[in-house]
C-alpha cells in the first residue's frame, strides 16, 4: 500500500511543443492537473524535470503554478542520470515513487527502470503518462509492469494515499476527483 510518508511524485518533461502533440494532449493535461493538486492537497513532495528546456521550452504554464518545488533541468532520458535529480529525490527520504509526464516509451520508462535498480518501489500513473504514438505508450506500461513496477491510476492511488473517509483531506480530493 502506498502511505503518504512515503510517497513522492516525479512529474517528468511536460513542457513545450511536445506536450501538446502527444496522443490524448488535452485528456492528459487535465489528468495533471489533478494529480497535481491531488498531491499538494496530501502533502506529498513532486520533483519535476525538464529536458533540454532551452531547446524544447519550460514545464507548461498551467502546471508550473502546481509545482511547489525547484524544476530539474537535464539531457539525459532518465531523471536518475541528472546528479541533482538523485539530490533532490534522496533529500526526501521516500521509496515509493509515482511516475507521470512524457513520453512514456523514452524518460517514463528509463527513470522507471533504474529506480527499480535502485531499490525504489515504483508506480506508474497510467492515467497521466503519454507518448505521440498510442503503441509506445502501451508497450512501456508493459515492459515497466513486466519489469517490477506497478500501475496505477489518479483515482485509485488518491483514495489509497488518502486512506480513510475521516481523513482531513478526503473533502479535497473528492472535489480534486469529480
Known amino acids: 500500500m502506498l502511505k503518504k510518508e512515503d510517497a513522492v511524485l516525479i512529474f517528468i518533461d511536460v513542457q513545450g511543443r511536445l506536450a501538446e502533440i502527444v496522443d490524448g494532449s488535452d485528456v492528459l493535461f487535465k489528468n495533471l492537473t489533478r494529480l497535481l493538486k491531488g498531491m499538494n492537497a ?41 546528479p541533482a535529480f538523485l539530490d533532490a529525490l534522496q533529500k526526501t527520504g521516500r521509496k515509493q515513487v509515482l511516475l507521470c509526464g512524457i513520453e512514456t516509451h523514452i524518460c517514463v520508462y528509463q527513470t522507471a527502470l533504474h529506480l527499480l535498480d535502485g531499490g525504489y518501489e515504483v508506480q506508474v500513473v497510467s492515467d497521466a503518462v503519454s507518448s505521440r504514438d498510442p ?37 479535497s480530493i473528492l472535489q480534486i476527483v469529480k
Not at 513532486?46 to 529536458?51: K, L, N, P, R
Not at 483515482?155 to 473517509?165: F, H, I, K, R, V
Request: net charge negative.
Open 135 to 171: 503503441a509506445n505508450k502501451a508497450l512501456a506500461l508493459c515492459r515497466m509492469k513486466a519489469e517490477g513496477a506497478r500501475l496505477t491510476g489518479i483515482e485509485m492511488l488518491l483514495y489509497e494515499l488518502l486512506g480513510d473517509a475521516k481523513a482531513p483531506q478526503f473533502k
Open 42 to 82: 496530501l502533502e506529498i513532495p513532486v520533483i519535476a524535470t525538464e529536458q533540454l528546456p532551452e531547446k524544447l521550452g519550460p514545464t507548461r504554464n498551467e502546471f508550473q503554478e502546481l509545482i511547489r518545488s525547484t524544476v530539474i533541468a537535464k539531457s539525459s532520458f532518465s531523471c536518475c542520470d541528472e
